[in-house]
């Protein structure tokens, strides 16, 4: 049976999707995008402090299912600048330890809300 995540220490859904379902072992979370789930803001001092906020968000998703980081088998990257790559990588490392998901980073024409980063997860229990 499918399980529906939810939590208030990330943004909540304003469409029809959730934050993330867990089925089977595995968490499928939603992409996420740089608003603080306090003040409801979109971050956009940076793309540095756009990147941190998005794993704030999906590391608040994971610890409401009970996991962590070291559980992600697969990651989604959706940038709208490639030049940005770098800053995103090395904020994204930041949030890892031992071995990486796999994962793909695309460049889109936009995103949600005018954000620059984006990013979606699975994570499997060990």
């Known amino acids: 049976m499918k399980k529906i995540i939810k939590t208030q220490n990330a943004p909540l859904p304003v469409g029809p999707y959730n934050q993330a379902v ?3 072992g595995t ?3 939603s992409g996420q995008i740089p608003v603080n789930p306090i003040s409801g803001q979109i971050v956009k001092e940076s793309i540095e402090s756009e990147a941190r906020q998005v794993l704030e968000n999906i590391k608040a998703i994971l610890s409401e299912a009970g996991m962590d980081f070291s559980n992600i088998v697969k ?4 940038i709208t600048d490639m ?3 770098a800053i995103v ?3 994204y490392a930041e949030y890892f330890t031992g071995e ?3 994962r793909e980073t695309i460049q889109v024409g936009a995103l949600p809300l005018g954000v620059n980063v984006e990013i979606s997860a699975i994570a ?3």
């Open 22 to 24: 867990y089925i089977n």
């Open 27 to 29: 968490l499928f979370v």
């Open 75 to 78: 990651t989604s990257i959706f």
């Open 83 to 85: 030049g940005n790559f």
């Open 89 to 91: 990588n090395k904020v």
């Open 100 to 102: 990486f998901p796999a």
């Open 124 to 126: 499997v229990t060990q």
